[in-house]
């Protein structure tokens, strides 16, 4: 996957996991939310900025969020610019956090391998209550789960959110972003009881169908890189690692 291929994959996940507040630094986007989430609280770096100024940027970058309170942290994928970006960072002591996958996939090859079991049922909601978030994150607290259901409240693309229920609770989730040929997989979560069921193959088939339904010809997802099991199920449907990224965060 060449240089530009990446940077419009960034772009287009920052639409589908938008940020509360985004301000421009030299082309840099940087963003804030009340939500603990590194990719909404942290630089996007796609523009170029010369070697000159590069260390102006970034203690500009810093300030911005030591004046709020916040820790400093770039997102660092191969479309990161400059070039060097990650390289000055790690040089002035910055660490790596959350190393993460980006995995693409055709829909039309994904659709044969998703068929869901005849007795698992999955709905598809514009909308995200209270009972789909507390599903998708249960192991958060109440301000941090209400931070992340007002962020999913802004997503502009068309979307959708997907549920399965047992015995009448939410047991498996997922929200499926289709933006342009795009599909972008988010929110993939199953209930621990609930496991090695075959729901979250179920989720993923139905938003696969519902985006395909809109004309998306292409799905990408992002898994920290440590998740096996999450990797697994996902090579398993035909999902392929297009490329890595990871964070850089600021010394205390």
């Known amino acids: 996957m060449n240089r530009a291929q990446i940077t419009a994959l960034d772009r287009l996940a920052a639409r589908a996991w938008p ?3 985004v301000e421009h630094l030299d082309g840099w986007r940087l963003r804030t939310s009340p939500t603990s989430s590194r990719r909404v609280n942290s630089v996007l770096p796609l523009a170029p900025v010369s070697e000159a100024a590069l260390p102006e940027s970034i203690a500009k970058a810093e300030g911005f969020y030591r004046a709020r309170n916040a820790p400093p942290r770039f997102q660092i994928s191969p479309a990161a610019m400059p070039r060097d970006l990650d390289t000055e960072l790690e040089r002035r002591g910055w660490t790596i956090e959350a190393p993460t996958l980006l995995l693409t996939a055709g829909a039309e090859s994904l659709t044969a391998s998703l068929a869901a079991p005849s007795d698992v049922q999955v709905s598809l909601a514009a909308a995200a209550g209270e009972a789909w978030a507390a599903a998708c994150w249960p192991e958060m607290d109440q301000a941090e789960r209400e931070a992340r259901h007002m ?11 997907a549920a399965v229920e047992v015995d009448g609770a939410v047991a498996a989730t997922g929200l499926g972003v289709r933006d342009g040929q795009w599909l972008g997989i988010f929110c993939m979560r199953s209930a621990a009881m609930h496991r090695r069921k075959g729901l979250a193959r179920a989720v993923l088939g139905a938003l696969v169908a519902w985006g395909a339904g809109l004309g998306a010809r292409s799905l990408y997802l992002q898994v920290e890189a440590d998740n096996a099991a999450a990797i697994k199920l996902y090579e398993s449907a035909g999902f392929l690692a297009a490329y890595g990224y990871h964070y850089r965060k600021a010394p205390d």
Do not use: C, K
């Open 19 to 21: 940020a509360d507040g």
């Open 151 to 161: 962020l999913v409240q802004r997503i502009l693309p068309a979307h959708r959110f």
